[in-house]
């Protein structure tokens, strides 16, 4: 194997473990997500458990986060858009930093 080989597969590699990892992160936060709504709805413990899983399964339909506002917004009236989109993104640096701190 060349070094130009060898560099190739490290790219390849980087961008297997970077993909992998968003997919991880982006499910925590779907989770996460999910646990914030279920307390709005009044759920806990294993009913909060069960709704975020259903926000998670709903972020897998389409790509990107409309399938996933459009869930929230559905199940929580009187949840705004932006309030839906400000929490994915309060979810999202917190997944980061549960990932972070659990590698």
């Given at each position: ?45 294993e009913a ?12 897998l339909e ?16 009187g949840v ?24």
């Open positions: 194997m060349t070094s130009f080989d060898n560099r190739e597969k490290a790219f390849e590699d980087m961008y297997a473990h970077d993909a992998d990892l968003r997919f991880k992160v982006l499910a925590r936060r779907d989770k996460l997500a999910g646990l914030w709504a279920a307390a709005k709805l009044g759920l806990s413990g909060a458990a069960d709704y975020a899983k259903t926000v998670i399964l709903a972020d389409h790509p990107g986060d409309e399938d996933i506002v459009a869930k929230l917004q559905g199940d929580l009236p705004g858009d932006a309030e839906i989109r400000a929490q994915l993104q309060v979810a999202f640096i917190e997944a980061e930093r549960q990932y972070r701190e659990a590698v």
